[in-house]
């Protein structure tokens, strides 16, 4: 369908295209006229009828959204906000610049614009911030079927009306009950009698990503959001968890990957800001493998070929090691699979790994300079055995530095409510540079006659 | 509430547990048992009321789920695989050991056993695989009563009731109606005139990942799934896309961090399986750094403390910028949000922003030289222009064979139908690594009068 619509829409067949565009989901189309040429999407737009095309909208880019609505009149522009959601306008008007944030605000009736207001100020990244004020509650009195006449006649507002949140006078939340719940139920039964009492709610000021977790564990499709008093004032619906889960995702393998996180996508992202997300870590860390360099300049007596050239897999290894055990605990902390209070336990169980990594890569790599020695190394100076020990050793003991640094500086970063993602793989990896060719070049000079 | 009945549990002061346990949704029971001494697991699952026990049963770690089916009757695994979802009972059956499996398909119903067996032989990673067949659907002719009628008398028996599929009588997919649709239309209203034919699906042999990420894309609960002759046999609900999702960041972050992906929990895995999952990789790792090694012992002639030191920091820069460029392209390619045929694009696009990266590090270094030349080098054999050259032209060299090669390997991998993911950091890092070093010393002798 979507490839028949790109056609059409190339050819500017825009009858049929119309037709074809009522029976598509908002998504695609959205997708179909990023790639129409720029002069033709308002034209496209307006073929749309009122509701597709509101919905259409919310799933735009915001430089589309932009353009679209320097195009529309101020009657045009208030149709598309009157069929908006609160929270897809809130989203917008996060994106988009001044001077159309007070158009937007000037066409939006009043009582909107207090609701919209209220929802800019709460916090980034607060349950609050994601949250959408259009859910359905119901008073614990009325029966099944005024519930489904009430359900009726709201439904239409609502972003999701499968679950019904039941309040007290003073909007207190006290219980829960789904629409399958009220299906179930005779149609005289009083709400009160098949709600739910035992609600799992979040605050308003809770973390987002808390919010998100928890609708994954329960299977919520909405959970609820109360202000400080315990009283509802809204619900985050389980696409915009989604959304928050894959947006975190993101972030931390953009930050493990030494990037500045970002929430443009990569094509919309410029040559020049693509530059600037990298190039900070890079220099951070450019800067810090100095320390390394310094410390190779001080070993003026282990410029031997040999030695040296065993340097890259030492700090290789090092380096995976590392990323290995802060990718495990980051992902670990992030999905709460691992706690703080598991310091201990994660702390030794890194160790035994690392002590049985170790052993096992320094067996292979004496086996490495073995074969290596009789192929190629034929007139070394330095004898086999003495390398292999030195190489081990520092092996050893770098498995078992970057394994301990790659599980503690992540939760030392979390229990100072840093993000843990930031002490995974690049940072770990330059101090376990530094240590690796301090460590390698001491044992091998002890040990090796040179 | 959880943690008072934890201290209720540890006190043993049952029946005031079972009355906070009732209250309780299943994932958190599930994890409260977690936590109870082995032997009196079975005693408080026993105290709990039917559904809710299927509930928690169905959430609970594999472990405990032998240990509670070796401790039941064959009447009591009966009434719990009764209450059970056909989904759940497969995903059981995939990790219970034979001997187990035997005694569930007895005491199972045929027709539910012959269900599971169809289930069971979907390809893994399928939409098939993961997709349950308790949904509603309807006939194009009953009317909006006669389906609230239909779904009061199967509501409990399916998964989600919220998206009723109608289908002909040859079981094809013919269109979708929400019960909030249902609400809005008066009773008499017949589905056929208020259903949306544009119908989108998925099929049983589609990968599972791109079902979940249909299901993020259009917001929907569930995705229907047909057979290849378009039948409608199963859905797969929101719950369990964001299962995917989550199970597919969680194995790209381990391969991206050398790690072989596993699904068991961290804790859960024991010290062996731990290290088997990392030192495969740190093997390849280790022995393919030998290359690196053997350049650098071909180039006795370099070995001068200072040259040497930089080689850290060129390798580091290298590898840090490669796994910049791979997890931007292997997230990408993940989303969707970079497609192959974006190829060409994002060659150019890496090509500029190395240049622009490498020109800049280059830069900083040749700063750094120089203030560390004035400091510490200040008696240095080699001329501190001539040095800056050789190391910011092999930065500017590695930057872009690094930048290049991360995303221009993921993207081939994904070509040859390889998990892209694969390409990411470590191996390119190795790749990097010897590039580097060789380029260096080809440069620096060409440049330096040693």
Redesign the interface.
């Given at each position: 369908?979507y490839e028949n619509a790109l056609e059409l829409l190339k050819e500017k067949r825009y009858p049929e295209l119309r037709t074809m565009l009522i029976?598509?989901?908002a998504?695609d189309i959205a997708l179909l006229l990023e790639e129409a040429e720029i002069e033709v999407v308002p034209r496209i737009y307006r073929i749309l009828p009122k509701e597709l095309a509101s919905e259409t909208f919310a799933e735009m880019d915001p430089d589309m959204q932009e353009m679209l609505i320097k195009s529309f009149s101020d009657n045009e522009l208030g149709e598309v906000l009157e069929e908006m959601f609160l929270d897809d306008m809130v989203d917008l008007i996060e994106e988009m610049p001044a001077s159309l944030v007070k158009r937007i605000l000037r066409v939006t009736p009043p009582d909107s614009r207090k609701s919209i207001n209220d929802l800019l100020n709460y916090p980034e990244d607060s349950a609050g911030s994601i949250m959408t004020i259009e859910f359905v509650d119901l008073k614990k009195h009325v029966t099944v079927k005024e519930a489904?006449d009430i359900?009726?006649k709201t439904?239409?507002d609502k972003e999701t009306?499968?679950t019904c949140y039941v309040t007290d006078a003073r909007r207190h939340l006290i219980g829960v009950v789904t629409?399958?719940d009220l299906?179930?139920a005779p149609y005289d039964e009083v709400i009160e009698n098949i709600m739910d009492?035992?609600v799992?709610y979040n605050y308003t000021h809770d973390d987002k990503e808390e919010v998100a977790r928890d609708i994954?564990?329960?299977?919520f499709?909405a959970m609820p959001i109360v202000d400080n008093e315990t009283r509802l004032v809204g619900i985050v619906t389980?696409?915009d968890?989604?959304?928050v889960?894959?947006e975190e995702?993101?972030e931390?393998?953009?930050i493990?990957?030494?990037?500045t996180p970002s929430e443009d996508?990569?094509?919309k992202t410029s040559?020049?800001a693509?530059?600037k997300n990298?190039?900070l870590?890079?220099?951070i860390?450019?800067?810090s493998?100095?320390f390394?360099?310094?410390?190779?300049?001080?070993?003026?007596d282990a410029?031997?070929?040999?030695l040296?050239?065993?340097?890259?897999?030492l700090?290789?290894?090092g380096?995976?090691?590392g990323?290995?055990s802060?990718?495990?605990i980051?992902?670990?902390l992030a999905?709460e699979?691992?706690k703080l209070k598991?310091f201990f336990?994660?702390f030794f169980?890194e160790l035994?790994?690392a002590l049985?990594?170790g052993v096992?890569?320094a067996l292979?790599?004496t086996a490495?300079i073995w074969v290596?020695y009789s192929l190629?190394?034929k007139d070394a100076d330095i004898d086999i055995w003495f390398l292999s020990l030195a190489v081990g050793l520092t092996l050893i003991g770098v498995v078992i530095l970057s394994k301990v640094l790659g599980c503690v500086l992540p939760m030392l970063a979390k229990r100072v409510n840093l993000d843990p993602a930031i002490m995974a793989?690049?940072l770990i990896?330059?101090i376990v540079?530094t240590c690796a060719?301090l460590l390698y070049f001491n044992i091998a000079l002890w040990i090796i006659p040179l």
């Amino acid at each position: 369908m979507y490839e028949n619509a790109l056609e059409l829409l190339k050819e500017k067949r825009y009858p049929e295209l119309r037709t074809m565009l009522i029976e598509m989901e908002a998504p695609d189309i959205a997708l179909l006229l990023e790639e129409a040429e720029i002069e033709v999407v308002p034209r496209i737009y307006r073929i749309l009828p009122k509701e597709l095309a509101s919905e259409t909208f919310a799933e735009m880019d915001p430089d589309m959204q932009e353009m679209l609505i320097k195009s529309f009149s101020d009657n045009e522009l208030g149709e598309v906000l009157e069929e908006m959601f609160l929270d897809d306008m809130v989203d917008l008007i996060e994106e988009m610049p001044a001077s159309l944030v007070k158009r937007i605000l000037r066409v939006t009736p009043p009582d909107s614009r207090k609701s919209i207001n209220d929802l800019l100020n709460y916090p980034e990244d607060s349950a609050g911030s994601i949250m959408t004020i259009e859910f359905v509650d119901l008073k614990k009195h009325v029966t099944v079927k005024e519930a489904f006449d009430i359900l009726r006649k709201t439904a239409p507002d609502k972003e999701t009306v499968y679950t019904c949140y039941v309040t007290d006078a003073r909007r207190h939340l006290i219980g829960v009950v789904t629409v399958k719940d009220l299906l179930l139920a005779p149609y005289d039964e009083v709400i009160e009698n098949i709600m739910d009492t035992g609600v799992i709610y979040n605050y308003t000021h809770d973390d987002k990503e808390e919010v998100a977790r928890d609708i994954e564990k329960y299977g919520f499709l909405a959970m609820p959001i109360v202000d400080n008093e315990t009283r509802l004032v809204g619900i985050v619906t389980v696409d915009d968890a989604m959304e928050v889960i894959q947006e975190e995702a993101e972030e931390d393998f953009a930050i493990m990957a030494a990037v500045t996180p970002s929430e443009d996508a990569y094509f919309k992202t410029s040559v020049w800001a693509h530059s600037k997300n990298r190039i900070l870590w890079l220099l951070i860390l450019m800067l810090s493998s100095t320390f390394t360099g310094i410390i190779i300049t001080n070993f003026e007596d282990a410029m031997n070929a040999l030695l040296v050239s065993f340097i890259p897999m030492l700090m290789g290894t090092g380096g995976n090691c590392g990323s290995q055990s802060s990718a495990m605990i980051v992902r670990g902390l992030a999905t709460e699979e691992i706690k703080l209070k598991d310091f201990f336990a994660v702390f030794f169980k890194e160790l035994r790994i690392a002590l049985l990594v170790g052993v096992v890569l320094a067996l292979a790599n004496t086996a490495r300079i073995w074969v290596m020695y009789s192929l190629i190394y034929k007139d070394a100076d330095i004898d086999i055995w003495f390398l292999s020990l030195a190489v081990g050793l520092t092996l050893i003991g770098v498995v078992i530095l970057s394994k301990v640094l790659g599980c503690v500086l992540p939760m030392l970063a979390k229990r100072v409510n840093l993000d843990p993602a930031i002490m995974a793989s690049p940072l770990i990896t330059t101090i376990v540079d530094t240590c690796a060719v301090l460590l390698y070049f001491n044992i091998a000079l002890w040990i090796i006659p040179l």
